[in-house]
């Protein structure tokens, strides 16, 4: 059967598969809790550990998981820019959870012309750990930055997978495999130190969790998000395993990825769902967005921007002006210390108290 569905599989363009019948993963349970009390999860992860660690709460009937991996990013080099924004190479073309489901269906369906059986497709936002399924499977092993790294491919593969009730004989459980060795080049090169020194992630710091979060992002870590708009390819670039990827003559225009920050500060929604609606950053909305494009013109130190920024603190959304405050002390400080300071009457505590951190604030504190 296995045979059977490889052949399936090829037939259609998937190069790489895998299988494991592996359903119970309780013993994570202790790391999943250690990363929870010490701050390392974040609030995408399914809180209720019991969920992601028992495939039967996601498909009863589960027997056994077929894997896949479709890599991206052929020939991709991060492009050098002064005054735009950048999302992450992820967000190019199609929406990767509609190309991943759409893949998983294909074959799904094309097994059942051989095989009569049932099946669940996931991408990503189930609650179980996709990584961790995709391993056992044969997909990859762990990097130090905690993505599945392939041995032909690299890092830089969309992952997702069939909960099937097929009979299956995939083995055991495969052992962890120091794919990395000695080398820590992502470790060094992660723009918040977020890669940790003993294996794992403080998903917290992480660049692309900054750009996806609602949450108070600290002056200290705006600094590290660049010009990022949507997540954050770094540790991928820098990692040898993608070398081969890297090699590759570009096989597309991906200039796509750079955002004009101006037209983002003065999208409207309906213009953005029809422009960047279908992305696969495209979730988290025109807010978040261009919230971060206010962080990237602070960066950037793009002074050509003040006045639209300026326009911000009249923004009816408290984040968009707690973020266009601190860009304008970036862009001109005196100016923008003038500012608030003639601002802070009109508001509430909270963004007085904000206001107020940000005029104090000495511009080579470190702090803002």
Not at 180 to 208: D, F, H, M, T, Y
Request: hydrophobic share 35%; glycine share 6%.
């Amino acid at each position: 059967m296995k045979q059977l569905i490889i052949e399936i599989a090829n037939s259609i363009g998937i190069e790489i598969i895998g299988f494991t019948n592996v359903l119970d993963y309780s013993y994570l349970s202790n790391i999943l809790v250690d990363r929870a009390d010490n701050g390392y999860s974040c609030e995408f992860e399914e809180q209720n550990i019991a969920k992601r660690i028992d495939v039967r709460n996601t498909f009863p009937g589960c027997k056994s998981i077929i894997a896949i991996g479709v890599p991206y990013a052929e020939g991709y080099k991060k492009p050098i820019t002064d005054d735009m924004g950048l999302l992450s190479v992820v967000s190019f073309g199609k929406n990767y959870h509609e190309k991943i489901k759409g893949i998983l269906k294909e074959l799904a369906e094309k097994i059942r012309k051989h095989i009569d059986f049932k099946y669940k497709i996931c991408v990503d936002t189930s609650p179980l750990i996709d990584r961790e399924i995709c391993k056992n499977a044969g997909i990859g092993n762990y990097g130090k930055n905690t993505l599945l790294i392939n041995e032909k491919f690299g890092s830089f593969i969309n992952l997702g997978y069939l909960l099937t009730d097929l009979d299956i004989e995939c083995g055991s459980r495969k052992n962890n495999i120091n794919i990395c060795g000695e080398c820590q080049i992502c470790i060094k090169n992660c723009p918040n130190n977020a890669i940790l020194k003993n294996w794992g992630i403080s998903a917290r710091k992480c660049v692309s969790y900054l750009t996806q979060t609602k949450n108070y992002i600290p002056f200290e870590h705006r600094k590290s998000m660049g010009n990022q708009i949507y997540g954050c390819d770094v540790c991928q670039l820098v990692c040898p395993k993608n070398k081969i990827n890297s090699e590759k003559k570009q096989a597309a225009d991906y200039s796509s990825l750079l955002i004009n920050l101006k037209e983002l500060m003065q999208i409207s929604n309906k213009e953005f769902v029809s422009k960047y609606g279908r992305l696969s950053g495209g979730w988290r909305g025109r807010n978040i967005w261009k919230r971060n494009a206010i962080i990237a013109a602070g960066n950037l130190e793009l002074v050509s921007m003040f006045e639209i920024i300026k326009n911000e603190l009249n923004n009816p959304s408290e984040i968009i002006k707690t973020y266009a405050a601190w860009c304008l002390t970036k862009l001109n400080r005196q100016k923008a210390v003038n500012i608030l300071n003639a601002a802070m009457k009109y508001e509430n505590e909270r963004i007085k108290k904000e206001y107020m951190k940000l005029a104090e604030a000495e511009n080579d504190s470190g702090n803002v």
